[in-house]
């Protein structure tokens, strides 16, 4: 039986797919081998580029005009800027490429027979020009990984196969694609060599074009899910394929991994005479979550490096972007971390990668939250709102302050350290949705818990603004009109210099928004 991928490269015979050569252009890829032209292909990982690559080798070299060559430069990465054991790496992974894929055994060889008379830094251009000259049909050889390699190793690939386009195709290979997660244009290659950094650009202006290989759309997403439902008769309710949509927007590991979790890890799911339908959607993505699965990991971890956090940390709080450099806004679209919104804005790429990364900045904070008791449950394990308040200003008067220090990011500390304590709260038995944007102003958390659905609404008081609770009133109305709410929390943040200790500051009101709906104001 075949299943949904999330590791690696796609095979049609194992996994539900999509054909990989219909997910890019493959006219205007064909157009540009004919041309001769030298090309990138990038997009975030685990979108498909293997697979596509892996694909329009096999079609190449099935139709016998030229002899393709996939091969992966990842394995030179540990070399880092020890250019001698990179180049042996590289040229030893295109040489095992060769050998898998053509049958040809000769470039282990030819790379020792060049090595000597094109050194360390040409013997990848002297292998290249070996094979294209011994070749009966033009080379065209698949780069994978190519923004792996670090410092010096990248400049001496780059540079060496700008040498020989010039003797291209009898000399060299007809076609080189190099694919990996940026365009090369952003790449700012800091090598060892250089006294400043250089860019991808200017190390390697042949490149002809960057395709960049894109989500599913809606329709793919429902062709894929289609193909087990096709192939074990369990169907996909039509609220469940709009979720798997909503959720991911096509991402394409995501919806592989909805779908398998729904699928084969779900214990309702295997069973094929129920359909999959939107709540066991709902619990893979919050089984993806909770694991903190590879992907999201991998992705949580970028939170780390200051160019992401120089963007993220104002998404989160609802604040302008600044003075953030260009450079570091291509960096998050490359990584798929964010997208351009209709009208141009920058956004979280979508609902799961918008749950998961606040939720990975409150992983310290709630390590250090103290024991607490469920106050807030009732006998009967419901959820009782007015405790849970009670609960809440409790624990913020005896830790919250203290436990801003535990927050990664600063300016949303007080977010980081509430959303940990309401992540006790909910402790895998309810959900903590949030909404936020540049320029919002605010955050938005849904808490679901059994029954109870509560709506809150969080805004930071900062030097030289007023009170933000007017302005805070009227969009929580908004807020909770979109959630069928008629109270929630509006949670003030004073975060002004000077301002009284918080047993003076704390206080718990209500007021009436703008649409008739009682909020609780809570002053922090």
């Not at 104002?314 to 450079?327: I, K, N, R, S």
């Amino acid at each position: 039986m075949r299943f949904f991928n999330t590791e690696g490269p796609v095979r049609p015979d194992d996994h539900y797919c999509l054909p990989p050569l219909t997910r890019w252009d493959l006219d205007a890829v064909r157009m540009l081998i004919e041309r001769k032209k030298y090309f990138l292909l990038h997009a975030p990982r685990q979108t498909g580029k293997t697979s596509c690559l892996l694909a329009l080798m096999e079609r190449l070299n099935a139709e016998g005009r030229y002899r393709a060559v996939y091969a992966n430069l990842e394995i030179a990465q540990t070399a880092r800027e020890d250019v001698p054991s990179a180049m042996r790496a590289i040229c030893g992974a295109i040489a095992s490429a060769a050998e898998i894929y053509l049958g040809e055994r000769r470039l282990f060889d030819w790379t020792d027979a060049v090595w000597p008379h094109y050194g360390d830094h040409g013997v990848l251009n002297g292998l290249l020009k070996r094979w294209s000259q011994e070749s009966p049909q033009p080379v065209v050889l698949l780069l994978d990984e190519v923004d792996a390699l670090i410092g010096d190793t990248l400049i001496s690939v780059l540079r060496q196969l700008r040498a020989g386009y010039t003797q291209r195709p009898e000399h060299f290979p007809n076609t080189v694609v190099l694919c990996g997660v940026r365009d090369l244009r952003d790449y700012r290659i800091h090598a060892s060599s250089e006294a400043a950094p250089i860019t991808g650009g200017s190390a390697f202006n042949i490149k002809a074009k960057s395709l960049r290989l894109g989500d599913f759309d809606a329709a793919e997403v429902t062709t894929l899910l289609g193909e087990h439902t096709a192939e074990t008769g369990q169907v996909f309710t039509p609220e469940a394929l709009a979720r798997v949509w909503e959720l991911t927007l096509g991402q394409p590991w995501l919806v592989n991994a909805l779908a398998y979790e729904s699928c084969f890890e779900n214990r309702a799911g295997r069973d094929r005479t129920r359909p999959i339908d939107a709540a066991l959607i709902d619990q893979a993505k919050e089984n993806l979550i909770l694991r903190r699965v590879t992907h999201l990991d991998q992705l949580a971890h970028k939170l780390e490096e200051p160019r992401v956090r120089r963007i993220i940390e104002p998404m989160l709080a609802g604040t302008a972007l600044g003075d953030v450099p260009e450079h570091d806004i291509e960096y998050l679209l490359d990584l798929g971390l964010c997208r351009k919104a209709q009208g141009g804005g920058l956004t979280i790429a979508n609902p799961i990668y918008r749950e998961v990364l606040p939720r990975a900045l409150t992983f310290t904070p709630e390590a250090s939250l103290p024991q607490i008791s469920p106050t807030w449950l009732n006998a009967d394990g419901s959820l009782d709102p007015e405790r849970l308040l009670a609960a809440f200003l409790d624990f913020w008067r005896q830790h919250g302050e203290a436990l801003l220090g535990s927050a990664p990011y600063h300016e949303i500390a007080p977010h980081l350290v509430l959303m940990a304590f309401l992540h006790r709260v909910v402790n895998g038995n309810g959900t903590l949705e949030r909404e936020y944007a540049i320029r919002r102003g605010r955050m938005d958390l849904c808490l679901r818990y059994g029954g109870i659905t509560l709506g809150l609404e969080l805004k930071v008081w900062r030097d030289g603004e007023p009170d933000p609770k007017a302005k805070g009133l009227a969009q929580l109305d908004g807020y909770l009109a979109g959630l069928h709410l008629d109270t929630g929390w509006l949670i003030i943040f004073d975060r002004r210099t000077g301002i009284p200790p918080l047993d003076e500051r704390l206080t718990e009101t209500s007021a009436t928004s703008p649409g008739g709906r009682l909020i609780r104001v809570l002053r922090l």
